[in-house]
């Protein structure tokens, strides 16, 4: 059988309510616990317990196998992170995230997600339901990272 996975990339720049040094350790799987309502990780791998280079960890899925994550770019000097995340049989992304200071107490996060689909069903989510899905996830990050920054409380799903 021959499959060809559509890939799609999607863009989303937040506006975080926080410094930029503030904003950059939230997001971490250790971290996001605290402010990310539903947030649940296994760490795999990691030499400091946070996130770093190379650090692996897994979140529950509603399929067969958990989501893999593997962090393959920590920059902390100019705030970037890249993660590959794979969910067997489903897709693999790749995300890019790279916060850049706008004053004090703000910070924009560009925020990068590169889908490839691994089977049909995927492809079709790409094609046709995608777009919403990864728009509304974005829109409830950036209100539960600002709530977080602004409260210290985490925001919880209605």
Known sequence: M???????????TQINNGNIKAVFPLLCPVREVDWLDGWSYKMIHSRSGLIEKDCVFTTPHHGQ????????????NNYQIEFLRVTPN????????????????QTKAHISYQYTALNEAQN??????????????????????????????MLKKE
């Open 65 to 76: 196998f958990d989501t893999v994550w593997k962090v393959t770019q920590y920059d902390t």
């Open 90 to 105: 489903e897709n693999v992304v790749k995300i890019n995230i790279h916060l850049e200071s706008i004053g004090q107490q």
């Open 124 to 153: 079709e989510f790409i094609e046709k339901g995608l777009a919403a899905s990864f728009n509304q996830a974005m829109k409830w990050w950036e209100k539960a990272i600002n709530h977080y920054l602004e409260t210290g409380t």
């Open 2 to 12: 021959n499959f060809s996975g559509k890939q799609h990339t999607h863009q989303y």
